[in-house]
């Protein structure tokens, strides 16, 4: 039997629910001249909600955040045939000692409790990682592909 499509609007609780599983999605930043850019991302969720991604400084979502801080994103199921939902939001750089913690927000939400977090924060800082953070401003329904209810037999 056919697959019918699924469009569920759900509450920022869900939302979260939703997203903390999940670390697969594309993010969507702006280039200079206001087309889109899109980066497959490994992306958490930390304690406060916001979506978290660890990347190069030089990197052209980076770039791009710090000129335009108005961002998109795609998380996807493991599944390519479950859900996704798109959030869209404002991100920031967050570098240096003041993303020493966020980093790990970000290791523990996609891998959990890492053996070693003195060696974890001084490979980030060897590496000149940055962080970014996106505040979740707003949500499309959490989807499923498939045939449109009205065409089902």
Not at 20 to 32: K, N
Request: net charge negative; glycine share 6%.
């Amino acid at each position: 039997m056919p697959r019918t499509a699924t469009s569920e609007t759900v509450s920022s609780t869900q939302l979260r629910e939703f997203l903390q599983p999940r670390s697969r999605a594309v993010l969507v930043t702006r280039r200079a001249d206001g087309d889109p850019q899109m980066s497959p991302v490994s992306a958490g969720i930390d304690p406060q909600g916001r979506v978290v991604i660890a990347t190069y400084p030089q990197r052209a979502k980076v770039v791009n955040v710090r000129r335009d801080p108005r961002v998109s994103l795609c998380f996807l199921s493991d599944d390519w045939n479950d859900a996704w939902v798109q959030v869209d939001g404002t991100a920031e750089v967050v570098e240096g000692p003041d993303a020493l913690d966020a980093f790990e927000d970000y290791y523990r939400s996609i891998s959990g409790e890492h053996p070693d977090w003195a060696e974890y924060r001084t490979a980030m800082v060897r590496q000149g990682k940055v962080l970014l953070r996106v505040t979740i401003e707003r949500w499309g329904p959490v989807a499923t592909g498939g045939f449109p209810p009205e065409l089902q037999l």
